[in-house]
């Protein structure tokens, strides 16, 4: 076959960088950055290099999998998975009701457009509140400071990071995540950018990481300090008189509760527990307000740690204290393509609308995989996993592998048979992305230019497999009809739901299109996904609005550009990106000032002589990357980091290995030592261990690590959210003899 090359979206990651494969026929061959982008021009890490090892790896499933009966996984065709599927499902939930099947979602769903669009069509199908996702165990403290503060989950500024003049980074690593809640290919560049025009960056870890190396000043806080730094970083600019408010003056609530809470916190009173000395709290609050601008971001840190919601609202705090929110150079909004729900009045703040049996919240309509082990042993029946491995990324991860496996029913929607879906009784595979069409409906709110790309499928679909749309499509209609709620179960049902309900959206904000829904639906490009996606792109701020702004963005024309379009800078939002019940940014939202006694009561505790934090590397993301050759070369990088001083006091030697143990259980490791990490603190990778019985990951298994979440207590967690708390994890490290 004639050699080829195609462009797309590299879905590995939150970053969208732009890829040109090289393909033989459908066989792809090689990746290179896509120079043509404008937005990641032509940048590439090495994850991408790896995407022609995801599409021909031999453990990527093809066919579905069906328990047999004798007790192991066997190749069957749709047809059979099925229906084995979706009887077991529907007895169950006829029997026992909408709560006695559990869905999990996992990270990559964020990035799929298949699953954005047609994941909640599975989800109201169900009908289950034993509802969970990977938010719990990452960025859902963010998604709740944002909703609560400006009124949506996802309304989080980013820093706006070409053109800022200092940069103020709490618990991330962007230069080996590639940016996380901070859409920003070539992050690494845009980082030394700022400084080589005379910007600063500062980077507060408990680590030396690879983003610490490049930046003009490191400050090693303990775990968990980060919401009593930046509340005492609060105190000096309220103490000093630097607070200023800019764009935001005019639209905040409660700046004197927030000034009561910060005058509780002196840097003296803090610089203990935060592990950073008080006149270095004090420079940095005043260098921070004396920047023409600045931005200040958190991230993993900030969000997987004991006072997660208040680090996360923390942050967002002193890009207002400071005049920096939503101003060029500082923290701003994106002003995303195709957003859905966008002309909807009110946010998505709902909360702790149900707790789970242990008393934690609900939060956006999920439960926190901190209960998942206790609510599944308590009634439900049947668990639906998609896109997830929570035996890998969840707390608690013994139990939860008890809990799971004591189901009568278990379905994953999953290329790979992991540590979690092993013990499915069905396993029905998605495409290989390069089989699906992209668009980063998710990632792209969170962008720090104005951008879209959408990518057609590269290869094509083998045949007979359904796409991951219409398996949420199927099991859904599956599972359906025992509801309340009558459901637009057909493609053509859920793009005309949707339309009625933008269009709707619209009239009732004052801005009607001159379309009625049939002639709108009549005007759509394609179907399931592109259609939905056509639909929320022509009602979105730069579309066509059905003929209304004629020249305007549809499908066509995304289509039309296939290295994508750049739609400039981020420009202020404010008051219109507001959702909050006033339409105002409540500065002191009840729910996170009610958690600061927490955070107080910890200043004068006793803090724990060692604690473990997770750690990110460059040539992982998901679990499954663990799978392809080309990201597992070199040595082993599942060792735990301990400091010199930790380790001498401990008898541990590099290359030895140690016992870690926690209140939740005990694990062995191979030590690395290294003075990275600060006295007083370990450091594990997540992802790993693969090593169990049942999984088909030969390159994974053969670098199996250890599971971090065996010790990570599931007790352990966020106040607001209950966002499990993988960070500051109290341990006791001991030399193995293993
Ligand atoms: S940074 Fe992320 S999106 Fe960019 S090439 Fe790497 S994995 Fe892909």
Redesign the pocket.
């Known amino acids: 076959m004639a050699e080829r090359h195609a462009s797309r ?9 732009g ?1 040109t494969i090289t393909l033989d026929g459908d066989t792809p061959l090689a990746v290179r ?1 896509d120079d043509a982008d404008p937005f ?1 021009r032509g ?6 290099a790896a995407l022609p090892a995801l599409h021909a790896d031999p453990d990527r499933l093809r066919t579905p999998l069906v328990r047999g009966a004798d007790g192991e996984l066997h190749p069957a065709t749709w047809a059979e998975a099925f229906a084995v599927a979706i009887d077991r499902l529907a007895a169950i939930k006829r029997a026992h009701g909408a709560d006695a099947i559990a869905l999990y979602l996992g990270n990559p769903s964020a990035h799929s457009l298949d699953l954005m669009t047609f994941g909640p069509v599975l989800t109201r199908a169900l009908g289950t509140r034993q509802r969970y996702s990977a938010s719990s165990a990452d960025q859902l403290p963010k998604m709740v400071s944002a909703a609560l503060m400006f009124g949506g989950g996802l309304a989080i500024p980013v820093p706006d990071l070409d053109r800022t003049d200092r940069l103020l980074i709490l618990g991330a690593n962007p230069v080996v995540s ?1 940016g996380s809640l901070m859409t920003a ?2 992050v690494k560049a845009r980082l030394k950018a700022i400084r080589a025009r005379g910007g600063k960056l500062i980077v507060i870890d408990p680590r030396r990481t690879e983003t610490a190396a490049l930046a003009d000043e490191h400050h090693a806080i303990r775990p968990g300090g980060d919401a009593a730094l930046l509340l005492a970083m609060a105190h000096v600019l309220f103490a000093e008189g630097l607070v200023t408010l800019g764009a935001a003056a005019g639209h905040v609530d409660g700046l004197a509760a927030v000034e009561a809470i910060a005058a509780r916190f002196a840097p003296e009173r803090v610089a203990a527990r935060v592990g950073i000395d008080a006149a270095t709290i004090r420079r940095l609050a005043r260098e921070h307000a004396a920047a023409p601008t600045a931005a200040c971001y958190g991230r993993i840190g900030t969000t997987c740690q004991e006072f997660g919601t208040l680090a996360s609202w923390a942050v967002d705090l002193i890009n207002v204290l400071t005049g920096n929110l939503d101003r060029a150079g500082g923290a701003m909004w994106t002003t995303p393509v195709a957003l859905p729900g966008r002309h909807r009045a009110k946010g998505d703040s709902k909360f702790a609308r149900h707790r789970s049996k242990g008393g934690l919240p609900e939060m956006f309509g999920e439960l926190p995989v901190a209960a998942m082990a206790d609510e599944l042993r308590g009634g439900v029946r049947a668990l639906i996993t998609v896109a997830g491995n929570p035996l890998v990324s969840a707390p608690g991860v013994d139990e939860l592998t008890a809990a799971i496996g004591g189901l009568e029913f278990r379905v994953a929607i999953d290329p790979y048979v992991n540590a979690t879906t092993r013990l499915a009784d069905v396993v029905l595979p998605p495409p290989s992305p390069l089989a699906r069409a992209h668009y980063d409906v998710a990632l792209y709110q969170l962008a720090i230019r104005n951008v879209a790309r959408y990518s057609a499928p590269t290869v094509a679909r083998a045949d007979g497999a359904p796409a991951e749309w219409e398996i949420m499509l199927t099991l859904a209609k599956g599972v359906a009809g025992m509801g309340a709620a009558p459901l637009p179960m057909a493609d053509a049902g859920v793009a005309r739901e949707l339309c009625a309900r933008e269009l709707g959206d619209l009239a009732a904000a004052g801005a009607p299109l001159a379309v009625t829904v049939e002639q709108a639906l009549a005007m759509l490009d394609g179907e399931g996904p592109d259609r939905l996606l056509d639909l929320l792109v022509r009602v979105g701020p730069y579309g066509d609005g059905f003929g209304a702004r004629p020249g305007g963005l549809t499908l066509a024309a995304l289509r039309a550009a296939p290295h994508g379009l750049d739609l400039g800078p981020l420009v202020p939002r404010l008051p219109d990106v507001l959702r909050t019940p006033d339409r105002r940014i409540a500065l002191a939202p009840a729910l996170i000032v009610d958690d600061v006694p927490r955070l107080e009561a910890a200043l004068d505790a006793a803090a724990p002589a060692l604690v473990l934090i997770g750690r990110r590397e460059l040539r992982s ?1 998901n679990s499954w990357m663990h799978n392809l050759p080309h990201l597992m070369k070199g040595g082993d990088r599942c060792t735990l980091l301990v400091h010199p001083d930790d380790a001498r006091a401990r008898g541990l030697t590099d290359g030895g290995r140690a016992r870690v143990a926690s209140a939740a259980g005990a694990i062995e490791a191979p030590v690395e030592i290294s003075d990275e990490v600060r006295p007083g603190v370990v450091s594990l990778p997540h992802g790993f261990g693969h090593d169990v019985a049942g999984v088909r990951m030969g390159v994974a298994r053969a670098h199996g690590g250890v599971n971090v979440n065996q010790v990570s207590d599931p007790a352990f967690h966020d106040g607001p959210s209950a966002n499990a708390a993988f960070n500051g994890v109290a341990v006791e490290v001991t030399a193995a003899s293993g």
């Open positions: 979206t590299c879905p590995l990651c939150e970053a969208t960088c890829v950055g990641s940048y590439l890490c090495p994850k991408a590639n290919p070539d993301n």
